[in-house]
């Protein structure tokens, strides 16, 4: 999503293949300046819409940093449920994080 020129941010999600190709992970960026103004809600939904309508996705998934407050709190308000947390999967700024991971049915 562009502002002119400017770069907001963009959103995918990504079809897996044969057996679990009902399934899609998704994925989102924003640029810092424009968070907490509805941009990113909208573009979620949008994204998500498409793919169920393009791509017939029945499931999202994603997976977020444990300790990203604002991002599980985003995802929640998408209606994403926590369904697992995998220990130190994430090797960040010298330290070890958990991963979180989201579903959502559509």
């Known amino acids: 999503v562009f502002d002119g020129k400017k770069y907001l941010g963009s959103c995918d999600i990504e079809k897996l ?6 399934v899609g ?12 103004q509805g941009i990113g809600l909208k573009l979620a939904e949008d ?33 994403f449920k926590l369904y697992s947390r995998h220990p130190q999967a994430i090797f960040y700024k010298g330290k070890y994080i958990d991963a979180i991971w989201f579903y959502k049915n559509i």
């Open 17 to 22: 293949g044969k057996r679990q190709g009902h």
């Open 25 to 36: 992970i998704f994925g989102i960026a924003l640029s810092k300046g424009c968070r907490h």
């Open 47 to 79: 994204t998500i819409k498409l793919a169920q309508q393009r791509l017939g996705i029945k499931q999202i998934i994603l997976s977020c940093f444990a300790n990203n407050k604002i991002g599980i709190s985003f995802y929640q308000k998408l209606g």
